[in-house]
C-alpha cells in the first residue's frame, strides 16, 4: 500500500537556524498538508497546498514558513530562523481530494530546538 | 471555526471490555468526520469516517461510530477490546481542506 514517507525521522538544530523538512506524498495525491503536534498538545493545521500554491494556512503559519513543491514528488516545509517553541513533531499529509476524502499521514519528523 | 472536544483523555480497560470514546465537535454546516488511530511509534492511521449516509459507520478491527447530529456527536465504539488497540484515538473534522483534531484519548488496554 503506497504511503507518505518523511525525511528526517528526528532533526535537531540550534535556535535561529534553518531548517527543511521532506515530506514525499503519495504519488496520486493532489493535496498536501502539513501538520505539527508540539508534545502534550492537539495536532495543529499548518497549512494545505495544491496546484502549486497554497489553498489554507492557520494562524501559526507565519513568514517565518514556507512550503515548495521542488519537483514532482517532494514536499517540504521550510522554517526560518527556529524558534525554541517550534519543537514539535511534524507531520505531513496528503489526499486526492478535498472534504471527504481521507488525508493519510506520514510517520512525522521530530523536531527539537535547542 | 470548527472545534472538537474530547473529554476522555485517558482510559483503561481490561481485555474484552466494551469502549465508547466520546467526540463531540462545534461547526454549524456539514461536516466530514473521522477517527485516526495512532498506535505506540506509528503514524497516524484511518479507523474510519463519516460523511453522509447510515450515521452507523464501521471501520477497521472491529471499531464503529455513530454520527448523532442532534447531539454534535461522533463516538467511537468496540465491543470487546484487545490488547492490541492499546494507542492515541484522535476525533477530527474536516469542513474543507484542513483536519481540526482533538485532543486525543490515550486507550490502555491491560491483560
Known amino acids: 500500500e503506497p504511503e507518505v514517507t518523511q525525511t528526517p525521522s528526528h532533526q535537531v538544530t540550534q535556535m535561529g537556524q534553518e531548517v527543511i523538512l521532506r515530506c514525499v506524498p503519495i504519488?496520486?495525491?493532489?493535496?498536501f498538508y502539513w501538520y505539527r503536534q508540539i508534545l502534550g498538545q492537539k495536532v495543529e493545521f499548518l497549512v494545505s497546498?495544491?496546484?502549486?500554491?497554497?489553498?489554507?494556512k492557520s494562524e501559526i503559519f507565519d513568514d517565518q514558513f514556507s512550503v515548495e513543491r521542488p519537483d514532482g514528488s517532494n514536499f517540504t516545509l521550510k522554517i526560518r530562523s527556529t524558534k525554541l517553541e517550534d519543537s514539535a513533531m511534524y507531520f505531513c499529509?496528503?489526499?486526492?481530494?478535498?472534504?471527504?476524502?481521507?488525508?493519510?499521514f506520514g510517520p512525522g519528523t521530530r523536531l527539537l530546538v535547542l | 471555526a470548527q472545534s472538537v472536544s474530547q473529554h476522555n483523555h485517558h482510559v483503561i480497560l481490561s481485555e474484552a471490555a466494551s469502549l465508547e470514546l466520546g467526540c463531540n465537535y462545534s461547526y454549524g454546516g456539514t461536516v466530514n468526520l473521522f477517527w485516526y488511530v495512532q498506535y505506540p511509534g506509528q503514524h497516524l492511521q484511518l479507523l474510519l469516517k463519516y460523511f453522509s449516509g447510515d450515521p452507523l459507520v464501521k471501520g477497521i478491527k472491529g471499531f464503529e461510530a455513530e454520527f448523532i447530529k442532534s447531539k454534535f456527536s461522533f463516538n467511537l465504539r468496540k465491543p470487546s477490546v484487545q490488547w492490541s488497540d492499546t494507542a492515541e484515538y484522535f476525533c477530527a473534522v474536516n469542513a474543507g481542506s484542513k483536519l481540526t483534531f482533538g485532543t486525543g484519548t490515550r486507550l490502555q488496554v491491560t491483560l
Open positions: 499529509a496528503s489526499s486526492q481530494g478535498r472534504g471527504r476524502e481521507t488525508q493519510y
Open positions: 504519488s496520486n495525491h493532489l493535496y
Open positions: 497546498f495544491y496546484n502549486n500554491e497554497i489553498s489554507e
